[in-house]
């Protein structure tokens, strides 16, 4: 049981660039979220998911798309890359008890 | 929407001590949850402790133990016998209750950084 994987670990990309952090739960989770972490701050919702077909916007969506084909896989969509969506990513997932669980996060560099 | 307050940036405590870390949020919910996550400097989150919003009891965890006050919206944490281990940021955390349709967010404060002092 590997719990909330995320790829890549770490990523430079140049202003303009797309890309697209991969987020993986084995849990058979329903909910399933993205955050990003600017330094020095708390987590930020991006994106969020309540099932396989369904996602909706959390507080900071500009610039981000989502999808979620199955239930086990996130993935995050960057399409034009900006200075300002340099952060730490964490994907994390969640039933019905509440408690998330988070995978060890993408630290992301736009330049 | 809900807003979380850690007033604390940074503190330190000697090795064994006793320290508190601060944490209010802001709702008009009646029912909801309130967590605190530690993140290490390899930048894992981990779940620390958990309130329910319908408990009085205080919920404890080995050396970690939380006063949570509803009618101020109050919610710290107290780590005992502080361990070198216990380094890392502190998350304070505030989540409505599960809502079929819109999962159950977390709402995070800005962290407090804690050093354990040797």
């Known amino acids: 049981n590997a719990g909330v994987t995320q790829t890549p670990k770490f990523r430079i990309l140049k202003i303009g660039q797309s890309m697209t952090l991969q987020c993986t739960q084995d849990m058979n989770h329903n909910y399933m979220y993205w955050y990003r972490q600017d330094p020095g701050m708390g987590l930020k919702l991006i994106y969020y998911?309540?099932?396989?077909?369904?996602?909706d916007k959390g507080e900071v969506p500009n610039g981000y798309n989502v999808s979620r084909s199955t239930t086990e896989d996130f993935p995050l969509r960057l399409e034009l890359a900006a200075p300002s969506q340099t952060s730490v990513y964490f994907c994390?997932?969640?039933?019905?008890?509440?408690?998330?669980?988070f995978g060890p996060g993408t630290r992301l560099t736009v330049t | 929407a809900q807003t979380v307050t850690q007033s604390q940036p940074e503190m330190s405590v000697q090795e064994a001590e006793t320290v508190t870390l601060s944490c209010t949020y802001d709702t008009s919910e009646n029912n909801y949850y309130l967590f605190w996550y530690k993140q290490p400097p390899s930048r894992q989150m981990i779940l620390v402790i958990r309130?329910?919003?319908?408990?009085?009891q205080n919920a404890t965890e080995n050396r970690f133990s939380v006063n949570f006050q509803k009618a101020a919206k109050s919610f710290s944490l107290k780590i005992s016998d502080s361990q070198l281990g216990d380094t890392a940021m502190y998350f304070c955390?505030?989540?409505?209750?599960?809502?079929?349709?819109?999962?159950?967010?977390?709402?995070f404060g800005g962290g407090t950084r804690l050093m354990v002092k040797p």
């Open positions: 309130q329910e919003a319908y408990k009085q």
């Open positions: 955390a505030f989540m409505k209750p599960p809502d079929n349709n819109a999962g159950n967010m977390l709402t």
């Open positions: 994390a997932s969640s039933y019905s008890n509440y408690e998330q669980y």
């Open positions: 998911s309540v099932g396989a077909g369904i996602t």
